[in-house]
Nanobody
Framework: QVRLVESGGTLVQPGDSLRLSCAASGGTFSNYEMNWFRQAPGKEREFVGAISWVFGTFYADSVKGRITISRNNVQNTVSLQLNSLKLEDTAMYYC??????????????????WGKGTLVTVSS
């Protein structure tokens, strides 16, 4: 069983930067691809980015150039740095994983483990 806990969400202004963290426990963290999703009010949950030990990072077009995802396999954490924040970045951000070693999949319905989310609000 994998447990994920996100943190770092807050109210920011357009143009600001933000760093979110996800702490994982249970399972073999280093073997899992870790994903970030977000869900804005009234919209479907969307893929933001992913990182795996084997394949590196992969980012959605909507955030490419503004995002960096990193991980620490000793501390079992994964972080998301998002720069030049826009109003449309306002959403609940979730950390998720399939929990299947070395599996690469980036759709929400393939994730078996989710955190409760952390809210990012971008407002002037």
């Amino acid at each position: 069983q994998v447990r994920l806990v996100e943190s770092g969400g807050t109210l920011v202004q357009p143009g600001d930067s933000l760093r979110l963290s996800c702490a994982a426990s249970g399972g073999t963290f280093s073997n899992y691809e870790m994903n970030w999703f977000r869900q804005a009010p009234g919209k479907e949950r969307e893929f933001v980015g992913a990182i795996s030990w084997v394949f590196g990072t992969f980012y959605a077009d909507s955030v490419k150039g503004r995002i960096t995802i990193s991980r620490n396999n000793v501390q079992n954490t994964v972080s998301l740095q998002l720069n030049s924040l826009k109003l449309e970045d306002t959403a609940m951000y979730y950390c998720a994983t399939s929990g299947v070693p070395f599996k690469v999949v980036r759709t929400a319905n393939a994730m078996n483990y989710w955190g409760k989310g952390t809210l990012v609000t971008v407002s002037s």
